[in-house]
């Protein structure tokens, strides 16, 4: 199979030698011919700003594109409202850029917003198991998101070493991109948030291009393993196999969103209803 490709841009990141082609060039080398000025491109609220590929963990494999307008619109929405932003806060997303989450709050919710953010390349437990909690402290983090499965790998080492972090700084604490159990969240909220730092716990896709269901940073009742209440604006319900809304509580069906919503996927069709089945009932 032939590639089509021409160039590779290649960052010379370590000392180690590097093996090039005739396709490389080095970023060092090419970033010196680039003007220090850029013009920004007007564009229609519905051209397309990206695709982005879903894992396929929650139904059939598919290309996401969301348009340039309603997506930046709901994700500085949501990233204002979520983790109750304001001038002077530092928020930090550990989440990969290369997914939703690293797309809408490290990129362009935050951007948008105009916010001071810690952008975090490595993985949370090297070179030891404090880096989360060092970082939060040295950079005075107000708002910090991330993964339960992040959060579960870090209780392994042990409550004591967020224990000797102050982390007074902190604020807002979110969980994303997954269900978190209750000894996660437990955890999380004792030993990082000090037991005075409000749990967002989001629940969103790939296809919303922003959190659909959560509490709003100290805003309502914050019960552990429940995300809270639809973000103002969405319409959640639940339906019947046949698509038959389901009204009376303490039941089972698939989870739909009745009304649009800014970021809405325009371009791809979904169908919300064959990819998530949920029990709903009303916490005490």
Avoid at 163 to 168: A, H, S, T
């Amino acid at each position: 199979m032939s590639s089509s490709v021409q160039t590779v841009l290649t960052i010379k990141y370590t000392g180690d030698e590097v093996k090039t082609s005739h396709l490389d060039k080095w970023y060092h080398d090419e970033i010196k011919n680039v003007s220090d000025e850029f013009q920004a491109v007007e564009v229609d609220s519905e051209d397309p700003l990206f695709i982005l590929y879903t894992s396929g963990s929650t139904g059939q494999p598919k290309g996401v594109v969301h348009s340039s307008g309603g997506y930046m619109v709901y994700a500085d929405y949501t990233f204002r409202n979520v983790f109750q932003y304001s001038d002077k806060d530092i928020f930090w997303c550990t989440a990969d850029v290369g997914w939703v989450t690293g797309h809408s709050y490290i990129t362009y919710g935050p951007l948008l917003a105009g916010a001071t953010c810690v952008i975090f390349e490595g993985v949370p437990n090297f070179p030891d198991a404090s880096r989360f909690w060092q970082v939060i402290e040295k950079h005075q983090v107000t708002q910090f998101y991330t993964a339960p499965t992040a959060i579960r790998a870090l209780m392994v080492s042990g409550h004591h070493i967020p224990e000797q972090f102050k982390m007074n700084s902190l604020k807002v604490i979110g969980s994303v991109g997954e269900p978190i159990n209750l000894e996660a969240w437990q955890w999380y909220s004792q030993y990082v948030g000090k037991d005075r730092c409000p749990v967002v716990d989001t629940w969103w896709q790939t296809e919303t291009g922003g959190i659909m269901i959560s509490n709003l940073g100290e805003i309502g009742k914050h019960i552990p393993t429940f995300a809270g209440k639809p973000v103002p604006g969405i319409q959640p319900v639940l339906l019947t196999p046949e698509g038959k809304e389901i009204e009376e509580k303490n039941a089972e069906g698939l989870l739909a969103i009745k009304f649009p919503w800014p970021s809405m996927i325009r371009t791809t069709k979904l169908d919300t209803r064959t990819t998530l089945k949920v029990k709903a009932f009303t916490p005490t």
